[in-house]
């Protein structure tokens, strides 16, 4: 399946800023066997002093922009045309859970995919003994680990409330956790606390999401808007399986990955330092346009 991709993102300041520095994590990069990009530009205006492309250690597209002339705004644009390789779900071939460890312990090496960076703390998903305890209350005897992990995000769809005005990107998980609402960024941050905590390694998928508008209603241009969901490790013959906590389902051809990483803060879309005063405001519009006819079907 392929799409069109376009974001707009515009940033306005109270006051003129100075020396201003952001690192963008917004670019889409092939994924084998996954995803392919035919194509990708991110502009930036007003154009910046200092601009770097690289990418980080978990395999991102990263721009690090400056600039050196004072800014009381600037707009990121992007243009991507992905194509999504549809991919049938994989046999269940996971240990049972209690097994994993031990396929774990097996992995002799610390590549960006192996499991052993998505098990501890990170940044902004510290071990919680309530996750752990809810993540216990979903599992049965015999499962397996892709069981569990389909277990674990399954409940928290049914028990956590989709509210975008009930948290902030600074919300820590815990607090999403115990007033059981929250975005994408928290069911998915939630989703990863839980399952390290009945050790399955998890982390953070940034991306986008193709929306459907409701029934007889034509698609409204910039409603889509940039989506989070989470990958988990369960076992060597499988490896990374993804899934959505906030629509219960597990990833699909629906789905655009821009980045992996332990947490949001690994994989922030915008992410900087300026000197200013006063407030700001910031917009976003995005849009998941498919360039090819599929049926409208929710899985």
Known sequence: ???????????????????????LRLLPSDIPGQQRVQQRMLKVTPRPGERYDRVDFFGNATSAVAWHQPIQAFSLHL???????????????????????????NVHTLLPTAPHHFMAASPRVAPMAATTEYARGCLTPGM????????????????????????????????????????????AHVMIAALRGIGVPAGYVSGFLRTFPPPGQ??????????????????????????????????GIDYITVGYGRDYGDVAPVRGVLRSSGGQESRQ????????????VRR
């Open 1 to 23: 399946m392929r799409y069109d991709v376009r974001l707009t993102i515009d940033y306005s300041y109270d006051a003129v800023s100075d020396r201003a520095r952001n690192v």
């Open 79 to 105: 243009t991507a045309q992905v194509e999504r390789i549809a991919v049938a779900m994989p046999l269940d071939l996971s240990p049972p859970l209690a097994g994993l460890a031990a396929d774990i312990a």
């Open 144 to 187: 397996t680990a892709l069981q569990a992990v389909e277990a674990v995000g399954r409940a928290l769809h049914r028990d956590m409330t989709f509210d975008p005005e009930a948290t902030t990107v600074d919300t820590p998980p815990a607090e999403a956790f115990r007033n059981r609402h929250g975005v994408c960024q928290d069911f």
């Open 218 to 251: 034509p698609r409204l241009e910039g409603a889509d808007a940039m989506h989070a969901w989470v990958r988990a490790w369960v076992g060597q013959e499988t490896g990374w399986i993804e899934f959505d906590p906030t629509n219960d389902q597990f990833a």
């Open 285 to 296: 519009a995005v849009d998941v346009i498919p360039l090819e006819a599929v049926p409208e």
